[in-house]
């Protein structure tokens, strides 16, 4: 019976002395840690991206010194997210894109894109921005220019003989300035872009819209046959109250009527 409990409590001081051990036992070898810049939540990659990689291209500075502090959601009040330069023509239609706080070396600096970070800019570094490449433009004066100060309302367009009248419930307006500036509504997003007219010729800049999501499909689908069109834009005719662009090497024609009369 006394041996009995011996072995009791050998095995007992036995197991006891095992857990010891393997608690002093060095842990396993730890995963490497990654140290890929991370995104905050919900920042598309692309424009938090591109504007970590163009500030330190700015700042002649490794894109790993570069850190991410903060990102906000903005609608900036027109294509050059409120920087515009002197001298600089900024259509004037709302932007969504990001406002990123980034630190580098201690230094904090803002950088502004838009929804792609296709246009970035930061009122924190001096230089030219980065803009997209448009077809340069210039300005002629209204005394030239038969569309200076109109308004227009779209009424129907599609391939020439067999235009198309505009959906049901939707306007399309076209407005053009004396300043080489022309926009108005697509339908459903408000868009902006710069043009030029030389010898009965009408060109368009690039266009830049609101992205808001529309309510009716077609009215969607519409608008961005409407923008395609107008980034093709050839000849144009004004005859009274009417306004004919043809577009698509002659191929397709936007009928026009002026606002006053629609």
């Not at 991206?49 to 009040?77: R, S, Y």
Request: hydrophobic fraction near 40%; aromatic fraction near 8%.
């Amino acid at each position: 019976m006394i041996l009995d409990k011996r072995l009791t409590y050998f095995f007992l001081l036995l197991g006891t002395a095992l857990l010891f051990l393997a608690a002093c036992e060095p842990a396993g070898e730890q995963p490497p840690i990654d140290e890929t810049p991370t995104i905050a939540p919900g920042l598309p990659p692309a424009a938090a991206l591109e504007a970590q990689a163009w500030l330190a291209e700015q700042l002649d500075v490794d894109v790993t010194q570069v850190e991410m502090v903060d990102a906000e959601q903005i609608e900036w009040p027109d294509s050059c997210l409120g920087l515009g330069q002197a001298n600089e023509s900024c259509a004037a239609v709302i932007t969504p894109g990001w406002s990123l706080l980034f630190e580098v070396e201690g230094q904090q600096y803002e950088v502004r894109t838009d929804e792609t970070g296709t246009v970035i800019r930061s009122p924190d570094i001096t230089g030219a921005p980065e803009m997209p490449e448009e077809p340069e433009m210039t300005d002629e004066p209204a005394a030239d220019n038969p569309l200076a100060n109109t308004q227009w309302q779209l009424e129907s367009f599609g391939p020439a003989g067999a235009e198309t009248p505009v959906v049901e419930g939707s306007t399309v307006t076209l407005e053009f300035d004396a300043t080489g500036q022309a926009g108005g509504s697509g339908g459903c997003n408000s868009y902006g872009t710069e043009y030029q007219v030389q010898n009965g010729t009408l060109v368009f800049g690039e266009i830049v819209s609101t992205l808001m999501a529309c309510a009716d499909e077609n009215i969607g689908e519409q608008e961005q046959q409407y923008h395609q069109a107008l980034e093709t834009a050839g000849e144009f005719e004004v005859s009274g109250d009417r306004l004919t662009i043809y577009y698509n090497d002659g191929q397709g024609v936007l009928n026009f009527v002026s606002a006053d009369a629609a």
